[in-house]
């Protein structure tokens, strides 16, 4: 019979002051959806920022050196030692001299590697896997040719012709480059391809692995990593882990002093409920678990609406974004739980304080 009378209690004091539970009840609500949201988005974050940054382009350049080709095998060490998700196209340079008598750079290489590596470049129409004599002409490069559907070309008294599949432009050195499929290159020029450029998934720590295992397959050639691509990757990946964590800790803090307004307020209302329990018999311990528990019922009410609400919300974030769904994480939740507890029991700390403090005779006088 207590123990019904104990939660009649609870729910009459959450039902007739709707006013003041609804109030902290949004307040935990938007908590646990913040934290929820904050949390979920979290969990992907370093895969999808590593994706996005995999647009940019090679993060690792190995280069043969000046007196020595790249070793035959070169590219199938590079795959072999870099991550399985890595991504690798070789290229050959040489100068060569156009139709209309200007030296022009050719490059040689494998359009559907570098398709994939460079998704970033900006291009026409990306030539056939079929099309040994097709290229792929720098918008700069285009100025120097007379006729671009047959683009004629000369090295070392050797002239070939080559179909324009489409326009490059970059806003850098490609611009003023004409590339070729690399056989076509190499059977043209007796040139090989002396640089590899590889896109290697991952934070610093992870490149830098890679490039240790890189040097050790490849010990004669230069590996180096883009500083600006793995340095800028790392710092926006740890701004962002620090911008979470501050933003779930601020948005903690201020839920709290919105609920320990609200409790306090509360508190104050009822101090002669409470005066009068005390005086009727009820024991310090038994009003204190009252008011716990309000706050406890309302941090969980607030959990439940906040994890279907934040997860929503990440879900949007991800796919404004990142144009890929983040689904809602399990194993977000029982931190959730954890966080509006202890905004809970912080904000019940004051009026926890104020109940000890009361008393009955007093206030049962108006005093």
């Known amino acids: 019979m207590a123990q019904l009378s104990f939660t009649g209690m609870l729910r009459r004091s959450l039902v007739h002051r709707r006013a003041r539970s609804l109030s902290a009840l949004v307040a935990m ?65 040489a100068v060569a001299t156009t139709d209309k008598g200007t030296s022009v750079v050719v490059a040689g290489t494998d359009f559907a590697a570098v398709r994939k590596l460079d998704s970033w470049w900006q291009v026409d129409a990306w030539p056939s896997a079929n099309d040994t004599n097709a290229a792929l002409i720098g918008q700069r490069a285009a100025n120097f040719i007379s006729d671009l559907h047959a683009v004629k070309l000369t ?10 599949a489409g326009t490059l432009r970059t806003g850098g050195d490609e611009d003023s480059r004409i590339y070729m ?31 240790a295992r890189l040097r050790a397959a490849l010990p004669d050639v230069q590996v180096q990593p883009v500083r600006e691509l793995v340095e800028g990757e790392s710092r926006i990946v740890d701004r962002t882990h620090a911008l979470m964590y ?23 209302e009822r101090r002669r409920d409470f005066a009068l329990m005390k005086a009727l018999g009820g024991s310090q311990t038994h009003l204190m678990a009252l ?38 994480h399990a ?37």
């Open 155 to 164: 090295f070392n008294g050797h002239t070939i012709t080559l179909n324009d």
């Open 291 to 328: 008011f716990l528990l309000e706050a406890l019922a309302l941090a969980i009410a607030g959990v439940v609406l906040g994890y279907i609400i934040g997860s929503a919300a990440a879900w949007v974030i991800s796919e404004t974004n990142f144009h890929t769904a983040t689904l809602p």
């Open 246 to 268: 501050g933003a779930v800790l601020l948005i903690a803090l201020t839920v709290a002093v919105s609920v320990l307004a609200t409790l306090s307020a509360s508190v104050l």
């Open 181 to 211: 499929p690399v056989s076509t290159f190499t059977q043209w020029t007796g040139v090989t391809p002396s640089v590899i450029e590889v896109q290697i998934p991952g934070g610093a720590k992870t490149v830098e692995a890679a490039i």
């Open 29 to 93: 609500t938007v908590s646990a959806a913040i934290a929820t949201a904050l949390l979920t988005l979290y969990a992907d974050l370093n895969a999808k920022l590593h994706k996005e940054f995999r647009s940019f382009g090679a993060n690792v350049v190995i280069t043969a050196p000046a007196s020595k080709p790249l070793p035959i095998d070169a590219l199938a060490l590079v795959q072999q030692a870099a991550s399985k998700d890595a991504l690798a196209a070789e290229f050959g340079y």
């Open 331 to 367: 194993s977000v939740l029982p931190w959730v739980v954890l966080l509006n507890i202890v905004i809970a029991a912080i904000a019940a700390l004051f009026p926890v304080r104020v109940l000890r403090s009361l008393q009955p005779a007093a206030l049962l006088k108006g005093e």
